[in-house]
């Protein structure tokens, strides 16, 4: 049998050093299957249950791994269903090619059964789409897909039709006017600053009084190099929800997370502080960054498109965030004044003790903030954390203490439901000997989770250690959009909408052959995530929570007070509730033995 086509695109992508495919079949990549399998075990084929989690797989699998992920649908409905994890990906700068399949070429353009426009469609997803209409593209094509994916950290879709697959490959076109010869060399952008802007960025921090650091994906790999700056420049970093893994949490400069889900010790830091440095991040939120001109501002990032954009920095600097402090480090002065570095220890001490006050206040049955607050000293510290979207990412971001070692991701700017559970099976398959932590909703469960427990099922034995847990919070209600309709619009919960239907998580589990775990009283928490770290095989561990404990922002503006209390006043389904412990976690003091848990 002679090569073709599809054979030459898996031999091709295999040049480029891919060794595993996230997808799920279909007849419109019946010839690319076909040769998947002729391919044998040069491949690790991880078959999802839907399209949608295989991007959103390959996406988690470049977060975490920092190679190109890549994903693979049929034609049609297929190709469509890719598109949330794809955007995942694009709106997070990760490297991702998808490969996806067509009609046939000689029924495009008829109106066919299944027949998508598919350029169009991935056009805006994608810094590269291109069907291949002949043969003797194939090599040039996916050569340029890998080389823009990895170089831009950028999605890519390869179409190929049906029949496409089939034909005999053409590995060297004819050498002739209109072909191309490309190669699988790897490339990576290396943009480097000039000497004078780091001189410049150097004297702007030096004559900072009261420097503040903000932290985010860009800056995972240069811990070291950050924690050097913060002690020479006695200054506090705050870090983005993607770049929560940068720095231990056990540093007392350290504030946390920034934002709506961030900490009170973050936004203190940034109204009074006098300069800003902004490393590897796009953070979206500029209220919560410094007043417009209060501060002066360096940002490092590597492409020069996301500088500038969120606070007007004057000096930009491109380059490898961990390469370009190394070389800021020996410019810069040690501030002998230590008062704002005291200051910011003081804030952030004060602020874990009143997370762990919050965290204690009783609930009906459990407070979601207390199952965080006691995983996080159970961690292992090769622990990797998947979050998902919704209010359980509050507890997520302000209660788990990050210990240096570790690896954390979510869905990003995106902030899609249900990436939780195929972020954690895409890490676990990436690091088989790593414990895997997915932190989802119910709604998220409901949504996708479930269904991908299967694929848990499916290959969970050939994981060297068989840690990974899948924390499910109960609490029947798609709770951060309940929260976010009081408290930024001023309505009333929509039952209709918003609640969500019983499911029994924990047997679900123990039917798939897991072990499964149900908690509805507070004091078996800590036992519970003994047992879940303890078991030989995966867990869905399901809490019982109240949905009436409030993600209560660091710092709560007067219209969102307002637009609270119309909710409120407009006779909120749950409003006894919501009142009560509103005021525990308002009038929380650390120490004290208050009068709101009566």
């Not at 697959?165 to 060297?172: G, H, N, R």
């Not at 350290?254 to 109204?271: D, K, Q």
């Not at 502080?273 to 007043?291: A, R």
């Not at 990032?301 to 500038?308: E, F, I």
């Amino acid at each position: 049998m002679s090569k073709t086509v599809a054979d030459f695109i898996w031999e091709r992508i295999s040049a480029w050093g891919i060794k595993r495919i996230f997808g799920f079949p279909g007849d419109g990549i019946n010839g690319l299957m076909g040769s998947l399998d002729r391919a044998g075990d040069q491949f690790d084929y991880i078959r999802v249950r839907h399209e949608e989690m295989s991007a959103f797989m390959a996406s988690g699998h470049a977060k975490f791994t920092g190679e190109v992920g890549v994903c693979i649908a049929t034609s049609g409905p297929g190709a469509l269903h890719l598109l949330a994890g794809l955007y995942d990906a694009r709106m997070d700068h990760m490297p991702v090619v998808a490969l996806v399949g067509q009609q046939s070429s000689s029924a495009l353009g008829s109106a066919y059964q299944q027949e998508v426009d598919l350029t169009t469609v991935f056009h805006d997803v994608s810094n590269y789409v291109q069907a291949i209409t002949n043969p003797a593209q194939v090599r040039h094509v996916v050569d340029r897909a890998f080389r823009i994916a990895k170089a831009e950290r950028a999605v890519c879709t390869i179409i190929v039709p049906s029949d496409i697959q089939l034909k005999e490959a053409v590995e060297s076109p004819p050498r002739k006017h209109g072909n191309n010869y490309s190669s699988a060399a790897q490339t990576n952008a290396h943009p480097l600053p000039r000497d004078q802007d780091i001189e410049a960025a150097a004297q702007l921090l030096n004559e900072g009084e009261r420097v503040a650091v903000l932290a985010g994906a860009g800056a995972l790999h240069a811990t070291d190099e950050i924690i050097e700056l913060c002690d020479r420049l006695g200054c506090g970093v705050a870090k983005a929800l993607l770049g929560k893994a940068a720095l231990p949490d056990d540093l007392p400069f350290v504030t946390g997370c920034i934002g709506l889900l961030g900490t009170r010790a973050s936004w203190e830091m940034m109204n009074e502080c006098d300069t800003l440095l902004m490393i590897g991040t796009t953070f979206p939120y500029s209220e919560f960054l410094p007043k417009d001109g209060q501060a002066r501002a360096v940002q490092i990032d590597l492409d020069p498109r996301n500088v500038g954009i969120r606070y007007p920095t004057e000096i930009n600097l491109i380059g490898d965030s961990a390469e370009t402090l190394s070389r800021l480090l020996p410019l810069l002065k040690r501030k002998e004044d230590r008062s704002w570095r005291e200051k910011i220890e003081q804030a952030v001490a004060d602020w874990w003790e009143d997370v762990e006050t919050k965290a204690m206040k009783d609930a009906d049955p459990i407070n979601p903030q207390r199952v965080y607050s006691e995983l996080s000293p159970k961690l292992p510290a090769n622990s990797i954390l998947c979050g998902d979207s919704g209010s359980h990412t509050n507890w997520y971001a302000r209660n788990i203490k990050m210990q240096r070692g570790m690896m954390a991701s979510l869905s990003g700017k995106l902030a899609s439901m249900g990436s939780g559970v195929p972020y954690a099976i895409a890490a676990k398959m990436a690091y088989p000997d790593r414990p895997v932590i997915a932190m989802v909703g119910d709604g998220a469960m409901q949504m996708n989770g479930n269904s991908e427990l299967v694929t848990v099922k499916q290959y969970w034995q050939r994981w060297e250690n068989p840690t990974f847990i899948v924390v499910v919070l109960n609490n029947h209600d798609l709770n951060q959009v309940t929260w976010e309709q009081r408290v930024l619009v001023g309505d009333p919960k929509f039952p209709a909408a918003q609640n969500v239907t019983e499911f029994p998580y924990a047997r679900y589990a123990e039917l798939l052959g897991f072990t499964g775990i149900r908690v509805d009283h507070p004091d078996d928490i800590a036992g519970a995530w003994d047992a879940a770290f303890a078991a030989e095989r995966p867990v869905v561990l399901e809490f019982i929570t109240d949905p009436d404990v409030p993600p209560l922002p660091p710092h709560i503006t007067l219209k969102q007070a307002l637009t609270y209390m119309e909710a409120l006043v407009h006779m909120d389904p749950d409003q006894g509730g919501i009142i009560k412990q509103t005021a525990k976690q308002f009038f929380a003091k650390p120490g004290s033995d208050d009068q709101t848990d009566k």
